[in-house]
């Protein structure tokens, strides 16, 4: 609709209750005290009491780090983790005489470890702060030198006058001072702060709201007093001093930063809050932080490495004490050729004990390769990876809307695996939130044949054949050429009664035009026509209310235009069959609200009829009907109930005719009400209203449809076959969200329904009474009643095989959370299959996470859409956010967004078994591999009577974690699979590995260990004794200590990396690479680092070319020492693969033996071992062949 024509509109006729004048209250008393003492002087900068006035700038910062507190707060960071103090320690006491090796060499590891994940986390930051530069840089329109002028937000002080155009969102928290709008009304979106997409009107004060020109604001200055900077959404205090007059202000002026402007062309606003003083940003609260349980427990293992390094550090110091004391006996010497005469207190027989005590120092450090330096910095790369492989996966790529899975969080990608509980919000959620008029009831009978995915379920579940239902089939055959046409937002109806004019010929035709018109007329939404295409599209608060207008507009009534006092629609007249341009002047508007339950209008149509056109819930408006009024009220009662069925959400339309006189007294009334200025205005207005919605005639009910969004019963049947247990909470009926959840698969035909609700009516009967006390007295009876009976039927159907689904309703909720029965309700609810909690609450959803979280110690996974999810996303051990409907809220607080619920499937089965099971696998090997290597130092101590000499040169142990295996533990972690996407989706039992812990359990992680203290033992040992009797040179010289510490290593580099090979379930070039690369690397490093002059390469000066290479000694021991270390684990999994195999083992043997599976585990028939399309070529042909029938 054009600019001119919408300036003419005084908006504030349609509302009733929250846009007109502002009263004073009891709080404004509260300006200029404490916590309402903020100042704003509007259009007045110069002021000199407002240069006195200190506010934040408008430049807003999320970053986590600046240039100058990067560097401390990272560092302190790295160093709450106990292996990088541990490293920390040494590197210092590397420079004291006391360590074994050189300081360089251990210091320049842990500089690069440290390095690398500070590198990391500045180029996160970095991100962070392009963002913030973007938002910083926006351009508004703000007022100086008496005109207005691009300004860039981070530069507007509190007191600037701005002007902001529609779809702009708003730089600050503004003011409003006027719109297009002559009345100065404006609507909002708030998608941004509370997920919601309705819009919310806000009104301009009327002492302001004729500034709309800019030649007004020449003179204009005001003074602002209002409450300080608080995070309080939904509540403003404030006066406005103008022309010597104090004006109340209240949150129906203030239009919050990030917020959008909509339906009105542009709006003066004045700055209130700036920056981190906006409402917004005092919200902004950094998530929970939340680590993974492996995570977790991977610090109990480094403390079990710690314990392990001081206890044998400890053995190896005692010995070293003991012998140290035996070397002399009397003035004589054991061991005369380590010259103690020439020695220090670090070998003194003369003190043993101090001896003992220096080497147990020197053994810490020693030993300290025990402990994976590289472990923390190679897990964050790998799940850096990880989420770019989730991100980028196409399979969970939205076309419709553009989005991909984005995971905002790397730390709990192995969490994903691991899911034990899904917690579920219902609307936009597993439904699409986009409302569609599918069915209503006129006069008693019912129209719309189509049928609605819960329909379909319950014809399921009654035995009937859907494609032989005959009014199925019969819409296909007459309506066949309505449904080729392009589908309309909104309006799924489908009827040949009443579609393409034939209501005209119904026997009730009369009562069908009221009701399409009292649909047409009864609303607040805004006709936008685009006479280019000659189209009409309708800005509403709400879908619901869209869906009514629309489904008006194409059975024939068309609401073209709204003006301040009338309504104009373009309608057929079922008498003389003509279409004709109606105007009906609009009187009043009775808005709806969540205690009304519903929304009349009052209009004056052009036969000079005063009528009321009211809609509304079925629970208030069957009271209101009169006694000639309920003609067709039984019927419509029945249609309702089948619709709510059907999950469709109902509405009652109703009217009345007023007579000239009534409704003149009652205009007094209601006037005298809405102009009142004390605190129970609201109640007055109730009142009046009240009194003129009663006495209505019934018309029928409607019934839209928020349907499933598309693969959700697939994916919650998968899902459930997964062993995850599903929870759906709701703010559904009962009745509505137990056929959705037949719908959805989440309840099924053979599950035996235990039900926990307060509906009866006894008591009924006692909250008419009153008695607050009594209701919860009897309320907690019942309950507890009611889970015990649950709770024997649970496990009565448990010994028969019978699945059970729990039902219950907020009220009883409620009570079930409380601490004195919370556990009696969870252990009812572990015992069911699937959970569904009705009429939930945002703070209930948080709550019930949390029980479920804390009662049954496994990880839970929140999933939902808007901002009333948040709570239980937070909550959740992972939350997952729905970018639809209802806004980013959600999503922007989540751990991982998802466009679709069915992506869920693959987020969790797929690439949450491959991450789990790579974590799991990256862990244990790390430890093994370190064990292996640090062992070996312990053994060779042992064989050097714990003189604290490594075994190998410095740069060996400090290449070992960073360049030797590191790289193939990395690629292991990226890449590997046990079984291909596809038959992880096709097999969910496989995710049960994940939810019981398989692969990293404490049993598995000591297995690894053990393994390691194996290989060790053989690689010390084969090596040692091998090596003493041969002569290794051509020139009869044997092994010395540079070649045997050469030969342990090569083993060493060989066996740990051969173990990967042996591990890796599928191999990709990039794992080849990195494993036979990090061996080739090895000897090259030996071959580089030997031509270095010997006092910089000591002991492997030219010892390998020299020595090690041309012998063949040396390359037949290194082959036996490595077929001889890896065989012990070979056999280990040759037998447990053919006598204990795990899930994974029985799947990839079947197909390596060409065989298919079914879903249990068992083979599947023949007809069943093809393969199957890849997803995304199924969706496609899906799209397509949808696309065809429309």
Excluded at 283 to 302: F, G, L, Q
Excluded at 611 to 623: H, I, N, P, R, T
Aim: hydrophobic fraction near 40%.
């Amino acid at each position: 609709m054009p600019g001119r024509k919408r300036r003419k509109l005084h908006l504030s006729k349609l509302y009733s209750y929250s846009c007109l004048k502002v009263p004073f209250r009891d709080e404004h008393s509260q300006i200029g005290k404490k916590g309402y003492s903020r100042i704003v002087f509007c259009n007045d900068l110069d002021n000199p009491e407002a240069a006195q006035l200190y506010y934040r700038g408008n430049y807003v910062s999320t970053t986590k780090y600046t240039a100058i507190n990067f560097l401390p707060k990272q560092l302190f960071e790295q160093f709450r983790r106990v292996a990088n103090i541990y490293f920390l320690v040494v590197s210092c006491v590397s420079f004291s005489p006391l360590a074994p090796y050189s300081p360089i060499s251990v210091l320049a590891p842990l500089i690069a470890v440290i390095g690398a994940t500070m590198a990391k986390e500045a180029v996160e930051d970095w991100r962070r702060k392009k963002q913030d530069i973007e938002a910083n840089n926006r351009k508004i329109l703000a007022y100086e030198g008496n005109n207005f002028h691009d300004t860039r937000w981070k530069k507007l002080r509190v007191g600037d006058l701005v002007k902001v155009h529609k779809d702009e969102y708003f730089p600050a928290d503004l003011l409003v001072i006027s719109s297009s709008y002559d009345d100065g009304l404006c609507y909002v979106e708030t998608m941004n702060l509370d997920g919601e997409t309705n819009l919310k009107p806000k009104q301009a004060l009327e002492v302001t709201a004729s500034l709309t020109e800019e030649s007004s604001f020449k003179n204009f200055k005001a003074v602002i007093k209002c409450e300080d900077p608080n995070e309080d959404l939904y509540s403003f205090v404030g006066t406005l001093e103008y022309n010597d007059q104090q004006h109340p202000l209240s949150l129906q002026q203030l239009l919050l930063r990030d917020s959008k402007l909509k339906n009105t062309d542009y709006i003066y606003g004045v700055v209130v809050f700036t920056g981190h003083d906006t409402k917004v940003m005092m919200n902004a609260t950094d998530p929970p932080s939340k680590r993974s349980k492996i995570e977790r427990r991977m610090d109990k293992i480094v403390y079990i490495l710690f314990s392990t390094l001081v206890f044998i550090s400890f053995i190896g110091s005692v010995f070293f004490g003991i012998v140290t004391k035996r070397d002399k006996k009397g003035n004589m010497y054991t061991r005369w050729y380590l010259r103690t005469d020439d020695g220090t207190v670090y070998y003194d027989p003369e003190r043993p004990f101090l001896a003992a005590l220096l080497h147990f120092l020197t053994a810490l450090m020693l030993y300290g390769y025990l402990i994976p330096i590289s472990l923390y910095v190679s897990i964050e790369i790998v799940k850096v990876l990880q989420s770019v492989f989730i991100n980028q996966d196409r399979d969970m790529y939205d076309e419709e809307t553009d989005r991909p899975a984005h995971a905002r969080t790397s730390n709990l990608n192995e969490e994903l695996g691991q899911v034990h509980t899904i917690l579920s919000d219902k609307t936009g959620t597993l439904t699409c939130n986009s409302m569609e008029f599918v069915k209503c009831s006129i006069a008693g009978v019912a129209y719309g044949r189509g049928m609605t995915e819960v329909e379909k379920s319950l014809a399921k579940r009654n035995g009937i054949d859907i494609k032989l239902d005959d009014a199925s089939s019969e819409l296909q055959e007459i309506n066949g050429d309505m449904d080729t046409r392009n589908p309309i937002k909104g309006f799924n109806f489908r009827d040949e009664r009443i579609m393409n004019e034939q209501w005209v010929e119904q026997p009730n035709s009369e009562l069908i035009q009221k009701f399409f018109r009292t649909l047409a007329i009864c609303h607040t939404a805004i006709p936008d026509e685009n006479k280019e295409m000659g189209e009409i599209t309708y800005e509403a608060e709400s879908p619901d209310e869209a869906a009514f207008v629309i489904a008006a507009r194409e059975l024939g009534f068309i609401f073209f235009e709204r003006t301040q006092t009338s309504i104009a629609l373009h309608e057929l007249d079922y008498k003389s069959r003509q279409k004709v341009d109606r105007t009906y002047q609009l009187l009043h508007t009775l808005e709806f609200s969540s205690d009304r339950k519903r929304m009349s209008v009052i209009v004056r149509n052009p036969e000079n009829k005063i009528l009321l056109l009211c809609k509304g819930a079925d629970s208030v408006m069957f009271s209101l009907l009169s006694n000639g009024g309920r003609q067709f009220e039984d019927e419509t009662k029945e249609h309702i109930n089948k619709y709510a069925q059907a999950g469709l959400r109902t509405l009652v339309v109703a009217y009345r005719e007023l007579g000239e006189k009534q409704y003149n007294l009652w205009e007094k009334e209601f006037l005298k009400a809405k102009t009142s200025v004390s605190e129970d205005r609201n109640a007055l207005i109730n009142a009046a209203a009240d009194k003129v919605e009663r006495d209505l005639v019934l018309l029928g009910a409607t019934a839209v449809e928020d349907r499933l969004q598309k693969g959700v019963p697939e994916c919650i049947e998968k899902l459930g076959n997964a062993g995850i247990k599903i929870w759906v909470l709701t703010g559904d009926k009962m009745e509505t969200a137990i056929n959705i959840g037949y719908a959805c698969s989440l309840l099924r035909e053979e599950m035996k329904q235990i039900i926990v609700t307060l509906d009866s009516v006894d008591m009924n009967a006692l909250e008419k009474e009153g008695d607050k006390d009594a209701i919860a007295a009897a309320s907690i009876e019942i309950i507890g009643k009611q889970i015990e009976e649950g709770k024997a039927r649970a496990k009565s159907a448990k010994e028969k095989s019978i699945k059970c689904a729990l039902i219950i309703d907020g009220k009883s909720l409620g009570f079930a959370l409380a601490k004195n029965m919370d556990k009696s309700f969870l252990d009812l609810a572990l015992n069911c299959a699937s959970v569904i909690c009705c009429r939930s609450s945002p703070k209930q959803k948080a709550l019930v996470t949390q029980l479920v979280k804390l009662g049954t110690k496994q990880t839970t996974l929140a999933i939902g859409d808007g901002g009333n999810d948040v709570g239980m996303l937070q909550e959740a051990d992972i939350g997952v956010g729905i970018s639809g409907v209802e806004g980013m809220q959600a999503a922007m607080s989540s751990d991982f967004a998802i466009a679709q619920f069915c992506f869920l499937e693959r987020l969790l089965l797929v690439h949450g078994h491959w991450c789990y099971r790579r974590i799991a696998m990256m862990i244990c090997y790390f430890f093994y591999k370190n064990i292996a290597f640090g062992f070996t130092l312990f053994w060779f101590e042992a064989h050097a009577s714990f003189s604290g000499q490594a075994a190998y040169n410095d740069w060996y142990m400090s290449f070992y974690n960073v360049f030797f295996t590191s790289l193939p533990v990395i690629a292991l972690g990226v890449f590997d699979q046990d079984v291909s996407a596809r038959l992880c989706l096709k097999y969910p039992v496989l995710y049960q590995e994940g939810v019981q812990n398989h692969l990293f359990n404490w049993v598995r992680i000591i297995g690894w260990m053990f393994n390691g203290f194996i290989c060790s033992t053989i690689i010390f040992f084969f090596s040692a004794n091998f090596s003493k009797l041969p002569a290794f040179r051509k020139d009869g010289q044997l092994v010395d200590f540079e070649i045997l510490g050469v030969i342990m290593y090569s083993c060493v580099v060989w066996v740990v990396n051969c173990q990967m090979a042996l591990s890796i379930n599928y191999f990709t070039w990039i794992q080849h690479f990195f494993i036979w690369g990090s061996i080739f690397f090895w000897y090259a490093f030996l071959v580089i680092y030997g031509y270095f002059p010997s006092t910089v390469s000591t002991t492997a000066y030219r010892v390998f070319l020299e020595a090690c290479a041309p012998c063949p000694f040396y390359w037949l021991l290194t082959l036996l020492v490595v077929l001889s270390t890896l065989l012990p684990y070979f056999s280990y999994r040759a037998f447990q693969t053919r006598f204990r195999p795990m899930v994974h083992d029985i799947i990839q043997i079947r197909r390596s033996e060409g065989a298919e599976l079914d879903s249990s585990g068992s083979k599947a028939p023949e007809r069943y071992v093809s393969g199957e399309l890849p997803t995304r070529v199924k969706n496609k042909i899906d799209h397509l062949k949808e696309r065809l029938v429309v």
